[in-house]
C-alpha cells in the first residue's frame, strides 16, 4: 500500500525556477502539479517507520533487516530524507553501518550526530561528495577531517566537500585538508578558517573551486600557489583581510584561469575592491561570471566596458549597486544579471543569493516594489519567494519583507494562478514566521491579509487548528476595523473547517473570541448597525457553536441570549434572523443548556418566526421548538404550552414543500448525532418528523456525503426500527423509508461508476 505523506515532510530539491525564461512560470504549475515520485514516497515511508522495521542493536542504536539493500542512488536519497526530517542522529545513522548501503553523494546538513557516529556510519563508504554544512558542533571540522582521511578511497576521489558554518573547537589551530588529494570543490563559507590554512588547501593538486567567504583569512597570496588550477573563487565579506586593495588586484591578476569570482559585499561595508578591479583592462582575461553586488561606487558605464572587453560573460552580479539600469544589460544576449531594475533581475538575485540574507532581503525589497501591482500570475517568482524564507527562518527582514512580497503575487484572482501545492507550502512558511517572530505587529497583519484570500483559505492545506487560534488571539486585540472585520470573517469560514475535537482544544482562545465576538454584535445592535462587519460576526458565533458545548456554554455565560433578543427585537431581515436560530439551534442541540432557551422571550420569538414565509427561518425555528419539546422533564408545569408548541410544529411541518423538492441546501450538518435522540422519540411524531424531513432534504442534496454519514454514524439502523415500528407515525415512516429508498440509489449507482 502506498501512502501519501504531508508534502511537508518531502525532501524538495532546491532546484530554484528559471524566472527569466519561464516568465509565467509554466514549469513550476507543472511541477507543483505533478504527483511525489514513488521513490520519494516510499522513502518516506521508510523514515517514517524505521524504528517498526529495524531492529535495535545492545548499544541502542537501530540496524536494518539482514536481507535489505539498497543501490546507491536510493542510499544517498534516504540520507537526504532523514536529513530534510531532522531523523538522523547518532541512533538512526547507525543504519549506514556495514555494505547494505553504498553512498557516494552524502548530505548532512544541520545534522546532530556525533564524531563517532559520523565514522561508523559514513567514513567506510566510498564517497566522492559530502555536504557537511551547519553540522551540529558535537561534529566540528577537525573530526569530519579524520574521520575522511581515515579511509584512503576518500583521500584519493574524494572530490566535493561543503563545511559551511560547522565548527572548530577553540584549541584546533591548522586544518589538515592536504591527505585528501582528490579535493576539487572545498567550501569553508563562515568557518574560522585563517591564512595558514588557506596555504595549506591551496597546495591541494586538483582544487578547482574554492569558498573563503567571512573566514578569518587576513592574506589571500597563498593562492598563486592554485592559480594554475582555481577555476572558481568566491570570497564576500573577508572581514579581517589586511592587503590592500593593489595588493588584492595583484593576487586576482594572477589567476588566469578564473572562469568565476565572487567579490560581492553588501552595502553596508562599502568596500570600493570592485571598483578598482573594473578599471583593470589586463585582469580575468577568461571570466564568465563576475558578483561585484554591493559595491559601491560601480556604473553602468564602468561595467559595460568590462564586459565588452570580455564577450565570453554570462553573469554579473549588481543587486545593491548603482548599476544594471541601462539598456545594454536588457538587450545583449546570453548575459545574466542580478540586479534590481527589473523582475528579471530580480529573479535571477533571488535564485543566486538564496542562501546569503542580506542580499535575499535586498532582493525581496526590489520585488515588494516591483510586484506592487501585479497583474499576472508568477509561480516562478513567489517560489523562489518560498525558498528565501525558508532558508531564513530566523532572519525578520527576509520574513517579514517575504510576506509583504507573498500578498502582493496572491492578492485577489492572482492566486487562482498558483498551484496549490506551492500556495501551502507559502502559507505553512508564514505560520512558521508567525511562530519565530509572535510579537512583530506587521508581520501578523501580512499573514491575516493573506488569510481573507478565498482560494488560500477553502483550497489550499495548511494547519487551520493554528491559524484559528492566531486570528482568534488576532480578533481580540481590538484592531482597526479594517482588521476587525478581516479577522471575524476568516474565523467564521476557519471554525467550519475545525473538527469538534479541535474546537474543544481551543479553549482560552475560544472563550475570548466568543466574549469578543458577542461585544461586537451588542454595540452594533446598539448602534442599529447591519453591516459586513456584524453579519460576519453572527455568522462567526453560530459556527463556532456548532457541536461545541464548550463555545455554546461561553455564549450563554457571556449574556450571549440577552443579546441576541436584543438582535431579533432591532432587525428583522431574514438573514440576521437565520444567523440568530442557527446558534440557538446548536444550543438547544446541548442538552445540559437546552434548558436555558426555555426563557418567555426565547419562546416567544421563536414560536413566532416559526411561521416565517422564509423557508429557512421557519426551519431553524422548528429545529429549536423539535429540541427543547423531546424532552418532557423540563416542561412539567407547562405541559399545555409544550402540547401546543407541537402541534403548531406539526401543522407548520405540512405546509413545507417536499424536502426533496428542487432548491438548494438549506443548511449543512457535520454529523447526524444531534437527531438520533429525536429519531428514537416514537411518543412524538412532530419532533420525529422534523429530524426526518431534515436528514431526507440533506440526503437528496449532497448524497454522497451524507448517505456515507449515515453508514459511518449509523443512522441507518435508526431509520429501519421507525419503517418497522407499529406504533410510528405513517409520515415518519414514509418519509424514513424514502430515505432508505434514496440510499440504495446511490449505493447502486456508486458502485456501478467505475464499471462504465
Not at 23 to 52: D, H, R
Not at 128 to 139: C, F, G, P, Q
Not at 309 to 330: C, I
Request: with cysteine.
Amino acid at each position: 500500500m502506498v501512502h501519501f505523506l504531508h508534502p511537508g515532510l518531502s525532501p524538495r530539491t532546491i532546484v530554484p525556477p528559471n524566472a527569466q525564461k519561464d516568465v509565467l512560470g509554466c514549469g513550476v504549475v507543472q511541477e507543483e502539479a505533478s504527483p511525489y515520485s514513488l521513490v520519494n514516497i516510499c522513502l518516506n515511508v521508510l523514515v517514517a517507520n524505521l524504528e517498526k522495521l529495524c531492529s535495535e542493536r545492545s548499544d541502542g542504536t537501530l540496524c536494518l533487516p539482514e536481507h535489505w539493500s539498497f543501490p546507491q542512488e536510493l542510499a544517498d536519497q534516504f540520507v537526504g530524507v532523514m536529513t530534510w526530517q531532522g531523523k538522523l542522529t547518532d541512533r538512526t545513522a547507525s543504519i549506514f553501518r556495514g555494505n547494505q548501503m553504498k553512498l557516494k553523494l552524502v548530505n548532512i546538513q544541520k545534522a546532530k550526530i556525533s564524531t563517532a557516529a559520523f565514522i561508523k556510519a559514513f567514513c567506510h563508504h566510498k564517497l566522492i561528495e559530502l555536504d557537511a554544512t551547519a553540522v551540529h558542533t558535537d561534529l566540528s571540522i577537525p573530526d569530519i577531517l579524520s574521520g575522511l582521511c581515515s579511509n584512503s578511497w576518500i583521500q584519493q576521489n574524494l572530490r566535493c566537500l561543503l563545511l559551511d558554518s560547522t565548527s572548530i573547537p577553540q584549541d584546533s589551530r591548522l586544518l589538515f585538508f592536504g591527505q585528501l588529494t582528490g579535493l576539487r570543490i572545498l567550501s569553508v563559507f563562515s568557518v574560522c578558517f585563517h591564512s595558514e590554512d588557506l596555504a595549506n588547501v591551496s597546495q591541494l593538486p586538483r582544487l578547482e573551486s574554492l569558498d573563503i567567504s567571512n573566514t578569518l583569512v587576513t592574506n589571500i597570496s597563498a593562492l598563486l600557489t592554485c592559480k594554475d588550477r582555481l577555476r572558481s573563487l568566491t570570497m564576500h565579506y573577508l572581514k579581517c583581510l589586511t592587503m590592500t586593495k593593489p595588493q588584492i588586484l595583484a593576487v586576482i591578476r594572477e589567476l588566469k584561469c578564473l572562469l568565476h569570482l565572487d567579490i560581492s559585499d553588501h552595502r553596508q561595508f562599502k568596500s570600493d575592491l570592485a571598483f578598482h578591479l573594473l578599471q583593470q583592462k589586463d585582469i580575468l582575461p577568461n571570466i564568465v561570471s563576475l558578483d561585484i553586488s554591493g559595491g559601491s561606487c560601480i556604473t553602468d558605464e564602468a561595467v559595460e566596458l568590462f564586459i565588452q572587453q570580455r564577450p565570453a560573460m554570462q553573469f554579473v552580479g549588481l543587486l545593491a549597486t548603482d548599476a544594471g539600469y541601462s539598456e545594454f544589460f536588457s538587450t545583449t544576449q546570453d548575459l545574466r544579471v542580478a540586479g534590481g531594475a527589473n523582475i528579471s533581475q530580480i529573479s535571477e538575485a533571488l535564485s543566486r543569493y538564496r542562501n546569503r540574507s542580506c542580499f535575499m532581503k535586498e532582493a525581496l525589497y526590489r520585488l515588494f516594489t516591483e510586484t506592487f501591482s501585479m497583474q499576472v500570475a508568477m509561480p516562478a517568482i513567489l517560489k523562489l519567494v518560498a525558498i528565501g524564507m525558508r532558508n531564513h527562518p530566523l532572519d525578520l527582514p527576509v520574513q517579514f519583507t517575504a510576506s509583504a512580497c507573498t500578498l502582493n503575487l496572491t492578492r485577489q484572482d492572482l492566486a487562482r494562478g498558483m498551484p496549490v501545492r506551492l500556495l501551502s507550502e507559502v502559507t505553512c512558511l508564514l505560520f512558521k514566521a508567525l511562530k519565530n517572530f509572535p510579537h512583530y505587529q506587521q508581520l501578523q497583519k501580512n499573514c491575516l491579509l493573506s488569510l481573507t484570500n478565498s482560494r488560500i483559505l477553502v483550497d489550499v492545506p495548511f494547519d487551520r487548528f493554528d491559524a484559528a487560534k492566531f486570528v482568534m488571539r488576532w480578533l481580540c486585540k481590538r484592531e482597526n476595523p479594517k482588521m476587525q472585520t478581516m479577522a471575524v470573517s476568516i474565523t467564521s469560514i476557519l471554525a467550519l473547517q475545525l473538527s469538534s475535537e479541535q474546537t474543544a482544544q481551543l479553549k482560552e482562545e475560544l472563550f475570548m473570541a466568543v466574549k469578543e465576538l458577542l461585544a461586537i454584535v451588542k454595540q452594533k445592535t446598539t448602534e442599529n448597525l447591519d453591516d459586513v462587519t456584524f453579519l460576519f460576526t453572527l455568522k462567526a458565533l453560530w459556527n463556532l457553536t456548532d457541536e461545541s458545548p464548550a463555545a455554546c456554554k461561553h455564549f450563554i455565560e457571556n449574556q450571549g441570549l440577552a443579546i441576541f433578543i436584543q438582535v431579533l427585537e432591532t432587525f428583522s431581515e431574514s438573514t440576521i434572523q437565520r444567523k440568530v436560530l442557527g446558534l440557538l439551534n446548536n444550543i438547544a442541540e446541548v442538552r445540559e443548556l437546552s434548558s436555558k432557551l426555555m426563557t418567555e422571550d426565547v419562546v416567544k420569538h421563536v414560536s413566532s418566526l416559526l411561521h416565517s414565509k422564509e423557508l429557512e427561518v421557519s426551519y431553524l425555528a422548528a429545529g429549536i421548538i423539535a429540541h427543547l419539546t423531546s424532552d418532557k422533564q423540563p416542561w412539567i408545569s407547562h405541559d399545555l404550552q409544550r402540547r401546543a408548541l407541537l402541534q403548531d410544529l406539526y401543522t407548520t411541518i405540512q405546509n413545507w414543500p417536499s424536502s426533496s423538492c428542487k432548491m438548494t441546501a438549506l443548511v449543512t450538518y457535520r454529523s447526524f448525532k444531534a437527531f438520533f435522540p429525536l429519531l428514537g422519540n416514537v411518543s412524538q411524531p412532530e419532533v420525529q418528523l422534523w429530524a426526518l424531513w431534515a436528514m431526507y432534504h440533506v440526503c437528496s442534496k449532497n448524497p454522497s456525503k451524507y448517505c456515507k454519514m449515515l453508514v459511518e454514524e449509523g443512522g441507518l439502523q435508526l431509520l429501519w426500527d421507525i419503517q418497522k415500528h407499529s406504533e410510528a407515525d405513517p409520515q415518519a415512516q414514509h418519509v424514513a423509508a424514502s430515505i432508505l429508498g434514496d440510499f440504495r440509489m446511490h449505493f447502486m449507482n456508486y458502485q456501478r461508476l467505475p464499471l462504465c
